[in-house]
């Protein structure tokens, strides 16, 4: 049913990419990857041909001298010397090569993957050996891309290989009547080219791999929308666990503001909406301090409570009315109410039969 809670519809959340990026879920199109390793090792037997054919010359010239100058001992006392130096020569000859294809690949998939190092997509997992999910993979749409790519690879490869093979033919009858140094000057030019021309041709190829990997993620990356509900509740925690704790907090807050009322001097009401209640201890307070406040049956209980301790009740509305919306409960209140107060608690001392407080 389209647009149905099990439909992956929605992008997917920060939290959801941080948790598949640990599990080593990135995009990453191999592609890029395999063409930037592949310039790179353009660029580097272009650059380090001339140093390649100087170290097999050396090599070369080296056994033509030793061929010339056979110990008693004959070929085997100076193979350990014709071994290393072909080592030392195969060393000089690939090192360039080998250092900036590594090199390359390196820096084309972390610069994908942002520096990502995760062992969790190398574990072995039983889905990856179970037949029937081996069996749908086969035939998923990323299976047929990818046999696609294969096929759109191995025609160019295929198609250049035959324009190499076409044109050293061509030049074959030239290459009998030139000098050695400058075939092979030449043959290496025509094989580097073809190398230039795959990498150009793989270009192509990995630019559109590069977005179909890119929407390929994002669209299996999508979650549904009770997915993102429960992630919700895992981080915020459920809302109504939330709610009954919020409320717990209210009535223990509240108990203990009703435990202050007995504390109280007064009373103020409104007469059944608000409530709020007064202390002033000359040598405590700096200022009437209010103790507790309440709305509708919270200031009715205010008001009970008050009576049953023996804490006077006065009525007035503006006044109430005031210093619930402007006062806060263990806070003295507001400047502005400083006279009308003192009217009210020199009222209360002297119907009490007590002085009026002073510092």
Do not use: C
Request: hydrophobic share 45%; charged share 25%.
């Amino acid at each position: 049913m389209p647009g149905g809670s099990g439909e992956k519809t929605e992008k997917a959340t920060p939290k959801k990419r941080r948790d598949e990026r640990k599990k080593g879920n990135v995009m990453m199109s191999r592609d890029v990857v395999a063409v930037v390793t592949l310039l790179a090792s353009y660029a580097a037997l272009r650059f380090g041909l001339p140093m390649m054919a100087d170290a097999l010359s050396q090599f070369t010239q080296y056994i033509i001298s030793l061929t010339g100058s056979v110990p008693t001992g004959g070929v085997n006392a100076i193979m350990p010397q014709i071994s290393s130096q072909s080592v030392m020569t195969l060393t000089r000859s690939v090192a360039l090569p080998l250092l900036a294809t590594v090199l390359a690949a390196t820096v084309a998939t972390f610069a994908q993957t942002k520096l990502l190092v995760s062992f969790e997509s190398i574990k072995p997992k039983f889905s990856k050996l179970n037949p029937l999910t081996g069996i749908k993979n086969l035939f998923s749409l990323k299976s047929l891309i990818e046999v696609l790519k294969g096929t759109i690879k191995i025609t160019i490869l295929l198609v250049l290989i035959y324009m190499f093979v076409r044109d050293s033919l061509i030049h074959f009858s030239q290459f009998l009547s030139t000098d050695l140094s400058v075939t092979t000057n030449d043959m290496k030019d025509m094989a580097l080219t073809m190398l230039l021309k795959i990498g150009a041709a793989f270009i192509v190829v990995s630019f559109f791999d590069y977005l179909y990997q890119w929407w390929d993620f994002e669209r299996n990356m999508r979650m549904t929308k009770e997915e993102i509900k429960e992630e919700y509740k895992q981080v915020e925690g459920d809302p109504k666990i939330k709610a009954k704790i919020k409320e717990a907090q209210r009535k223990m807050s509240q108990s203990r503001m009703m435990q202050a009322v007995p504390t109280a001097d007064v009373v103020i009401r409104n007469p059944t909406h608000f409530a709020v209640a007064l202390r002033y201890k000359p040598k405590k307070d700096i200022a009437p301090m209010v103790v507790a406040k309440g709305q509708d049956e919270l200031a009715l209980r205010i008001v009970k409570v008050a009576e049953e301790s023996g804490v006077a009740v006065m009525e007035n509305k503006p006044l109430a009315r005031a210093l619930y919306a402007e006062a806060e409960i263990g806070k003295p209140i507001p400047y502005e109410h400083y006279g009308a107060v003192a009217e009210v608690l020199v009222y209360i001392y002297k119907l009490n039969n007590k002085l009026p407080p002073t510092k």
